[in-house]
């Protein structure tokens, strides 16, 4: 049971999962959420909803919440005041791929789903991120692409309403990135769940969402919403007017190679 929590009360609210959206409802709606850490506002009454079916990055500079949020989301983190609707049906991918090294990979993809689903459950998923020939491998056997794909499929084997990713690419090469980038894009596309990306690479948020947020002193503190026609071109003028726009909110010289997001 959700508590919603007004004023100064610091009573913990429980997540409340979202009912089916009707039309137009949100698939995360949040309402004055706050998070302290030893009495420091980590997230200070922020609000934010995120449509069903819709792709929205999240920036911000380090230490700026953007990961608290997306485990406050997952359920992982209940210590907050405010309001937090998501659906029942929700997954998430981190930076690390958190691979059961003593389970084979078809294992991993079905690690914590109910029911005791069968071999064919995970195959299905490791097929549609182009990792089914590694069902049998061991998570040591697979190259950091490989592992990401695989924690990409035990969160989409969830059937998840709402996909939650935190940095997923960060540790992969250049090459790799962009390989993975461009399977998030086709993945989101065809299942059409919602996604929230946590990232620091300003060109990937642009590259990939529908909308675009910046985050700082705990709140949203700016948004931008892209139209570009898929898939996107880095060359394309308006995209650089975008990322120049992100950069420049985010205190970053425009044309800088590093985002320092």
Request: proline share 7%.
């Amino acid at each position: 049971m959700a508590t919603d929590v007004h004023g100064p009360v610091t009573t913990t609210r429980k997540e409340k999962p979202a009912p089916p959206p009707a039309a137009n409802a949100s698939a995360v709606r949040v309402q004055g959420l706050s998070r302290r850490f030893d009495g420091r506002a980590v997230i200070d009454g922020l609000e934010l909803d995120v449509r069903p079916g819709e792709f929205v990055a999240l920036l911000g500079r380090s230490g700026c919440g953007k990961s608290t949020l997306l485990r406050i989301l997952a359920g992982l983190d209940r210590e907050i005041e405010g309001t937090v609707l998501v659906p029942r049906r929700k997954a998430v991918a981190f930076q690390s791929p958190r691979l059961m090294p003593w389970k084979k990979v078809w294992r991993n993809v079905l690690l914590g789903l109910p029911g005791k689903p069968g071999r064919p459950v995970a195959d299905k998923a490791l097929d549609e991120v182009g990792l089914g020939h590694r069902s049998d491998a061991w998570p040591k056997t697979l190259s950091g692409g490989e592992a990401q794909r695989a924690s990409l499929a035990r969160a989409l084997v969830r059937e998840p309403d709402l996909l939650l990713l935190d940095e997923p690419f960060g540790a992969l090469d250049a090459l790799t990135r962009i390989k993975a980038q461009r399977l998030v894009g086709e993945l989101w596309q065809r299942r059409g769940c919602a996604v929230l990306l946590v990232t620091h690479d300003v060109e990937e948020a642009v590259l990939l969402a529908d909308r675009v947020l910046v985050m700082d002193d705990g709140v949203i503190a700016h948004e931008a919403h892209l139209d570009l026609p898929r898939p996107r071109d880095i060359a394309d003028p308006e995209f650089a007017r975008v990322r120049g726009e992100l950069l420049e909110r985010l205190g970053v010289e425009t044309g800088a190679q590093d985002t320092g997001a």
